[in-house]
């Protein structure tokens, strides 16, 4: 809490999250033993994946994230950008064949729908991390770059932060609010990648069906 220009101490950091502030989030990613661990974490699945070097196929990596809270809305950026950058320093070619697909959960999906106070605050970090991530997803557009320097780990992505971005909603509609939100909407996107991952099955190179 300090680190980031607070003063003594909040009951809102006493678990493992930030506290619903962005830059507490930022700055737990930012740490050298935060870093080692994605890293590792990153490569060794990656590596799992492509062992068998016949195997050609494109990968699909995920991001599931609720943007209301500190942790979610102050790291996403930073973490898919550095998992971009592990991917293609572990292997440029995988690099080239892999997609980068995110779910990010708003206000409501999180349950903040039904509280005042968690609503407010959610509804500020969701739209402050929902700006960026519109941002860079036009990097490509603008031809620019994302620069960041990661104690000494220099990350450079011309590429736009995701190839994919779902929106995932709590709500069914006006006024219709469901008494688990945060069930429905991990169902909703279990659904959505079942459904997208037998669509891709189904289909030949030629694009028909099997």
Known sequence: YSVTGGEGSSAEFAG???????????????????????????????????????????????????ISGGT??????????????????????VYART???AYLMLPSACGFETDTGKKTRGNRNAYAAMKEIDYFMNLSVRQEHFQEDY???????????????????????????????????MQVTSDSIINMITDAGLKDSAGGTQ
């Open 72 to 93: 979610g809305s102050g790291t996403i950026i930073d973490l898919s950008f550095l998992t971009r950058y592990f991917i293609r320093e572990f292997n440029g070619n």
């Open 16 to 66: 493992m999250g930030a506290g619903a502030y962005r830059q507490v989030g930022r700055v737990h990613l930012s740490q050298r033993t935060a870093l080692d661990m994605l890293r590792d974490y990153v490569v060794e699945k990656i590596r799992s994946l492509t062992s068998n070097q016949n195997n050609l196929d494109p990968i699909n990596v995920f991001f599931f994230c609720g």
């Open 151 to 185: 104690d000494g780990v220099r990350v450079d992505i011309k590429e736009n932060i995701f190839d994919f971005c779902t929106l995932v909603e709590g709500v069914g509609g006006p006024g219709i609010i469901f008494e688990d939100q945060n069930k429905v909407a």
């Open 99 to 101: 997609r980068f697909r």
